[in-house]
């Protein structure tokens, strides 16, 4: 047995032993400064062997000695230099992995005391003076030389758990530097120090490891710190990579050795942070080919399963997959994935909106980083597949799918199609639904301002150069040719026009003038009505008027209040021989005359088409979107006027309410047959764009039905109709059906729907859950709530008012 | 975006019959308010009071019969109107005041305007249709009697005047007179020979109206058609067709040059006010007020320039007043006014 290991033991345990029982300042200060030799650095140091015996064996065990030694009064037994140079010095120049383990066990095993302070303030010192990065390298230099993995693994648990074990402990009490935003941007700094030192010492041609700085790296990251951490990370190692290629390695090393388990959170925080993709290209190397799991997480996860990302980050990304040769098959191989999953139906039927215009960005940053070499190679699959996308696309209900896929087709025609024509639609771009990567230059109003726009500018006095150039005109679009046709002043005379006249000129002033001579000649009307409303029903439009569909709609919709062809109208919407058009005219007048009807007739002439938007519908190819906000504010609108009742009862316009007679005439034969197909008709079918705006014609017709006696047997058979439908595919249609719960909520007396339908309120409501939680769709799942919220209050006042 | 054309200032209303003429009389001083002169089918004149907008005095001397031309002479106390039964009254406003003192018969039953140009302190040369079809008369006032009547020769044949414009190249020269023709002709009369200088068929359809510019030696018809046309006299007094402008529409009934030659206003068929700015003719503004065809344009004399009116009469019974093209710099006004004409 070797003696020395035996004397330094020896000496360290008499030390602890003075410690612990003397109470003689000069006694332990002496031991202590016996101790200090061995951790050397002061001029009578130890032989080296006994230091390293020392620190190797004894340290940890000291420390722990000296913690739990500490109490006010002892340590009031040295003078504070004495403190500072004794006690302190052992914590702070000691080695720093074990001194930080012993500092936070002591913490996590103390109460609150003097004692805990006095190692908080140490461990704050110890952090202070760049202890983190002592510890790290410590490690680094042991892992070289195969160090201890439970040690490690401990220490690594503690350095990446350190704000919450003080956070803990210290509840309010907590010291800024233990904050997590303070901690991990040090942690960061400590990081880049130690890597600093790693070059360094790489350079002097020493072996080192890195992999406890990445362990570090990927548990901060992984415990949801990595912007805290990365924050002051990317910065450095972006500034240092730049033109240092041993920093470059250095960085690669550092994210190839996070361990697998973490390397995607590091991967995505990098992706985020990094400024673009060529600092992201420098930071990563070439690590997608070669981890598997990050290359899982950069072509799959980021880009086809998450879209919470902004449109930079899938820049940086892609960018970075094309600025390698190594790795720009993967930019070939994501790109036929995205357009995989943007021409797949399903996806287009169930994804969100969000995620559809994501993975277009995606593909929109893909083909402008393609060369053409690639695109030919490609061009054929490419072709392929946007046709395949193109018609999922154009098939969906909603506007903003269908201009999406109208964007990405566009842009991939004009990418493979170097000569000849390329695809174009007439899209008009909405700002916030344009995919594209990088925004294009927004339209700028064109044109100025007038300053002063009729003045006449000053000129000096030089009369003679005055020209009618400083005269600024007017706008003279209105300045069209002049209409000198006899307009019809007799309903018939109109229907004469309108059959027979192959005058355009009369034909169109007979358009306009129709509304307004229906409204004036109700008698006439009533006489003519049904030949009337047939001959609108079927009109053409023979040549452009401007709001050709709007004023035949206005004029319908005069005709159905003027005169009940409701029945007529309602029957012709399951016979044979209509285009989907006409039948979507159909609901919309039948929507746009109950709500004139339902309207108090007192508040006068100028009423409701104007004041209520006029698009309760779209025409095919017209935006769903407004029909959206449309029923959402109705809903808001019902909803304030419940609950302020006093106001709507101060409201002058009263009249007796005239839809209430003939809400079921409007609702019933529309709700019949919706489940039999005809030959020309199929609502469960293909036609699901009607059959959605059927659902959302319900709704209204329900909504306006509040009151009416009717109100009850509609709500039932309407509830039964969504029932039905529930699980429909299209969004367009969950969102009518949703539409039209809400309507039910809102008009059917809340004691008939929770006595008679209690079942289906019940099923309804467990659906609504469902949907709330689960639907694909962002104004599905936002309907739901509503509508569970309504019920919830519903539930309430019936409960607040016991029977 | 240029700016949407402007709404008249305001709008007068009661005359209840097509309004077919317009005078402004603005120059006097306070008190004397600015007065709007007009005559109507009904063959009432009315007197607006531009101040209060409303009605001041209703002329009846035509007997019910379209007036079709009025126009102060010798200050606001003396008007001149003309009315479809061939009479040419003199009004006495003064004092409050509206007896016909003097009258003219014309024996002429066309609508041709006739034309005033004062020549002298209380000495004025009236143009009017004369007794034969092809006939223009020139008369001297207030002594009525005939200076001279210009007759085209036979072969001519240039139809009916239509339209007539008196004028002087300096103030005491040899007035010449500018008529408008049934065949779509303009011919420069000198009065002194009774001769015509020079002929101008500018248009296919008569030449419903002509207003002039002695200063730059330029003038503007209108007709029937859809054609503005701008003609222009040269040293050897000949008139020659600088420019021609084709309207949306056809049919301008009235044009009229703002005494300060900036802007030039047309009343259209087409119930439309068009206003061009008149040195190159280029469209500045469209007016759209009226419910019919705009009858008659006229710039009120307001001494400054900034509160220069546009009026126009129309068939649906208004006249519609418009501020435009009116506001001027502080230099300009002055240069402006120092040059104003008369």
């Known amino acids: 047995m070797d003696p020395e290991p035996f004397e330094v033991g020896h000496v360290v345990r008499e030390a602890i032993n003075i410690l612990s029982s003397s109470r003689n300042g000069v006694q332990i200060s002496e031991a202590l400064g016996t101790i200090k030799c061995y951790l050397g650095g002061t001029e009578n140091q130890a032989p080296l062997k006994e230091r390293e015996e020392f620190t190797r064996v004894h340290f940890s065990a000291f420390l722990r000695g000296l913690v739990s030694n500490l109490s006010p009064d002892w340590i009031e037994l040295l003078t504070s230099d004495q403190q500072k140079e004794l006690w302190d010095s052992f914590f702070l120049e000691g080695p720093a992995d074990q001194v930080f383990l012993v500092l936070l066990d002591s913490i996590i095993s103390m109460g609150p005391s003097f004692c805990l302070m006095k190692v908080i303030s140490i461990l704050e010192q110890f952090l202070q003076t760049g202890g983190m990065s002592a510890l790290m390298w410590e490690v680094c230099h042991q892992q070289a030389q195969a160090g201890l993995p439970t040690f490690q693994e401990t220490l690594l648990n503690k350095v990446v758990c350190l704000p919450d074990h003080l956070c803990n402990k210290l509840q309010g009490n907590n010291l800024p530097i233990f904050f997590p935003q303070n901690y991990f941007p040090l942690l960061a700094t400590e990081i880049i120090q130690v890597l600093q030192r790693i070059s360094d010492s790489l350079r002097d041609g020493l072996d080192c490891s890195i992999s406890f700085v990445s362990q570090v790296l990927g548990k901060v990251c992984m415990h949801g710190r990595r912007e805290e951490i990365l924050k002051v990370l990317v910065p450095r190692l972006m500034d240092l990579t730049k033109v240092d290629c041993i920093w470059q390695r250095i960085c690669w090393r550092l994210v190839e050795c996070v361990p697998d388990r973490w390397i995607e959170a590091v991967v995505c925080g990098f992706v985020q942070k990094a400024p673009g993709a060529d600092v992201l290209s420098r930071l990563l190397g070439n690590l997608v080919v070669k981890n598997k799991k990050a290359q899982f997480v950069v072509t799959q996860k980021l880009l086809l399963q998450q879209y919470s990302y902004a449109t930079a980050v899938l820049q940086n990304l892609l960018g970075y997959l094309a600025l390698d040769s190594l790795r720009r098959y993967l930019l070939i191989k994501v790109l036929k994935e995205l357009l995989e999953t943007w021409g797949s139906s399903s996806a287009v039927k169930h994804s969100p909106v969000e995620q559809q215009l994501y993975v277009s960005k995606a593909i929109l940053i893909c083909l402008s980083h393609l060369k053409e070499p690639e695109i030919e190679s490609n061009g054929q699959e490419l072709l392929t597949s946007m046709m395949g996308g193109m018609k999922c696309h154009l098939d969906s209900n909603l506007p903003r799918v269908r201009r999406l896929g109208m964007i990405v087709a566009e842009s991939i025609s004009s990418r493979i199609t170097t000569d000849g024509p390329c695809l174009k639609f007439q899209v008009r771009l909405h700002r916030n639904d344009s995919p594209s990567a990088t925004p294009t230059a927004v339209s700028k109003p064109s044109g100025n301002p007038h300053p002063a726009a009729p003045a006449v500018p000053e000129e000096g006095s030089d009369l003679e150069l005055d020209s009618d150039d400083d005269l600024i005109p007017y706008d003279m679009s209105e300045d069209k040719e002049l209409k000198k046709m006899k307009v019809p002043v007799y309903i018939r005379d109109c229907i004469e026009v309108l059959t027979g006249s192959e005058d355009m000129d009369k034909w169109e002033a007979t358009m306009k003038v129709l509304e307004s001579l229906i409204r004036r000649n109700s008698a006439t009307t009533r006489e003519v009505s049904m030949e009337l409303a047939k001959v609108l029903l079927h009109l053409e439009e023979k040549t452009y008027i401007e709001g050709f569909v709007e004023l035949r709609k206005r004029a319908l919709v005069a005709v159905t209040i003027t005169d009940a062809v409701v029945q007529y109208l309602t029957s012709q919407f399951y016979s044979l021989n209509y285009s989907l058009c006409q039948r979507m005219d159909i609901l919309d007048v039948l929507a746009l005359a109950a709500q004139e009807l339902s309207q108090p007739q007192a508040s006068g002439k100028n009423k409701p088409r104007s004041t209520q938007s006029p698009c309760i519908q779209t025409v095919p190819g017209s935006d769903s979107s407004q029909n959206w906000r449309r029923i959402v504010d109705e809903r808001i609108k019902s909803k304030t006027r419940r609950l302020a009742k006093g106001q709507s009862l101060v409201e002058p316009a009263c009249g007796p309410n005239k839809f209430s007679s003939l809400a079921g005439h409007f609702f019933f034969p529309l709700i019949q047959n919706f489940d039999r197909p005809l030959v020309t008709f199929d609502l469960l079918g293909d036609d699901h764009l009607v059959l959605g705006r059927l659902a959302h014609t319900l709704a209204i017709l329900m909504y306006f039905a509040i009151h009416t006696v009717a109100a009850a047997a509609m709500g039932k058979s309407l509830l039964e109709f969504v029932w039905a439908l529930r699980f429909h595919t299209d969004s367009y249609v969950r969102q009518g059906l949703l539409s039209a719960v809400s309507s039910i909520l809102l008009s059917v007396p809340s004691e008939r729907l929770l006595e008679d339908m209690t079942d289906e309120f019940l099923e309804t409501q467990s659906w609504l859950a469902d949907v709330a939680e689960k639907d694909p769709d962002g104004d599905c799942r936002r309907l739901a709530w509503q509508n569970l919220l309504l019920m919830e209050n519903l539930l309430k006042k019936l409960r607040s008012v016991p029977s | ?342």
């Open chain 2, 1 to 342: 975006m240029a700016l949407p054309p402007p709404d008249p200032q305001f709008v007068l209303r009661g005359t209840s019959a097509e309004v077919h003429t317009l005078h402004f009389y603005c120059g006097g001083q306070e008190p004397d308010y600015p007065i709007l002169f007009s005559g109507s089918s009904n063959g009432l004149i009315h007197v607006w009071n531009l101040k209060t907008r409303r009605v001041d005095t209703i002329l009846d001397g035509h007997g019910g019969k379209s007036v079709y031309w009025v126009e102060a002479i010798n200050g606001r106390d003396r008007l001149l109107s003309q009315g479809s039964n061939q009479q040419i009254c003199l009004w006495d406003l003064a004092e409050g005041r509206n007896t016909v003192t003097d009258s003219v018969f014309t024996e002429n039953v066309g609508f041709c305007k006739s034309s005033l140009l004062k020549v002298a302190q209380g000495h004025w040369l009236m143009a009017m249709p004369g007794k034969d079809l092809d006939e223009v008369q020139v008369l001297e006032l207030p002594s009525k009697t005939s200076v001279c009547t210009l007759k085209p020769e036979a072969d001519a044949k240039p139809g009916m005047p239509m339209c007539l414009k008196l004028w002087q190249p300096d103030f005491g020269s040899c007035p010449f007179l500018l008529a408008g023709y049934e065949d779509g002709s303009v011919i420069l009369w000198n009065l002194s020979g009774g001769k015509i200088l020079s002929r101008l068929g500018c248009h296919q359809e008569p030449v419903m109206s002509l207003d002039f510019d002695s200063e730059k030696k330029k003038g503007v018809s209108g007709s029937s058609e859809e054609v503005l046309t701008v003609w222009s006299l040269d040293e050897q007094q000949n008139l020659k067709v600088q420019k021609t402008h084709k309207l949306v529409n056809a049919g301008i009934a009235d044009v009229a040059i703002r005494q300060d030659k900036k802007i030039l206003a047309t009343a259209g068929w087409d119930h439309r006010i068009r206003i061009f700015g008149w040195k190159k003719l280029k469209p500045l503004a469209i007016l759209n007020y009226h419910t019919a065809t705009v009858h008659c344009v006229s710039f009120s004399d307001h001494s400054r320039p900034s509160e220069r009116l546009l009026a126009a009469g129309s068939k649906d019974h208004r006249i519609s007043i418009w501020s435009i093209y009116n506001q001027t710099s502080g230099a300009l006004h002055c240069s402006l006014e120092t040059r104003k004409p008369d």
